[in-house]
């Protein structure tokens, strides 16, 4: 069956370090992939878009990484601070790429503490 | 201010009544979206519109309705049919097809 997984439990971090989330998916040939944030009550935030022929992204202090043969994304945050943390969700866009669809992961909560 | 908009923020309805929640946005974006979330699961895709008069089901349409009567405008009706319509509906949209989502605030309706 398909499926995305990200970590479940919580992710908690002292601020400065990196963060790291991952993104694991199962019998998806996904177009591409997105990051999300979100914020308690409010709606995701976009971050970040990676394509199936890149393996980088970045920007500012984000990356992702995307490795379609081990079937993963990993989205680091260096330098953490407290304001980064939210829950942090994928996306995958699947093929074929023009549904403009999202399948999307239950997301990962980052906490970082001072 | 370009954005998208829901309304309300919050909704109530007793058991066996349509309500339908409103989305408007005009970045003038061709795509609009409707989601579900519910308590620590991921976005689940309701309904999905390309262009004006044209939209598809999801993954979860049963229950619910949409029309695109304007390129502005995607509202969506949760039915009586929907057995469990409590949960956080939020609405996006995409310049194109597989380009970032702008999503809404959201709206959390609950029924009673």
Same mark, same amino acid.
Not at chain 1, 9 to 21: D, F, H, R, S, V
């Given at each position: ?7 479940s ?13 991952t ?6 040939? &996904? !177009?591409?992939?997105?990051? +999300?944030?979100?914020?308690? $009550?409010?709606g /995701? ?8 022929n ?12 995307f ?11 260096t330098?953490?601070? &407290? !304001?980064?943390?939210?829950? +942090?969700?994928?996306?995958? $866009?699947?093929? /074929? ?11 990962t909560?980052?906490q970082v503490?001072? | 201010?370009?954005?998208?908009t ?5 909704l ?12 408007e946005?005009n970045?003038?974006?061709d795509?609009m979206y409707?989601?579900?979330q ?10 999905y519109?390309q262009?004006?008069n044209?939209?598809?089901?999801g ?18 009706t ?11 509906y939020?609405?996006?949209?995409s ?5 970032e ?12």
């Open positions: 069956s398909q499926k995305i997984e990200q970590n439990e919580a992710l908690n971090i002292q601020e400065g370090k990196t963060a790291t989330l993104c694991n998916y199962t019998n998806y040939s &996904p !177009a591409y992939l997105q990051w +999300y944030r979100q914020d308690p $009550g409010r /995701p935030v976009f971050l970040l878009l990676i394509r199936e890149e393996k980088e992204k970045r920007k500012e202090r984000l990356k992702v990484t490795d379609t043969t081990l079937k993963q994304s990993l989205f680091h945050i330098a953490s601070q &407290p !304001a980064d943390s939210a829950t +942090y969700l994928c996306a995958l $866009g699947t093929q /074929p790429s023009n549904t403009g669809k999202l399948i999307f992961g239950q997301g909560t980052l503490k001072p | 201010d370009g954005g998208i829901q309304s309300p923020k919050y109530f309805r007793k058991e066996g009544q349509n309500v339908t929640l409103s989305c946005q970045l003038n974006h795509a409707w989601y579900r519910d308590p620590g699961q991921g976005l689940r895709l309701i309904y519109s262009i004006v044209d939209f598809q089901k993954d979860i349409a049963e229950g619910y309705s949409v029309s695109r009567e304007k390129k502005e405008s995607f509202p969506l949760v039915t009586s049919a929907q057995k469990k319509p409590t949960a956080f939020l609405c996006a949209s310049i194109w097809l597989y380009n989502q702008f999503f809404g605030p959201g709206t959390r309706l609950t029924v009673l």
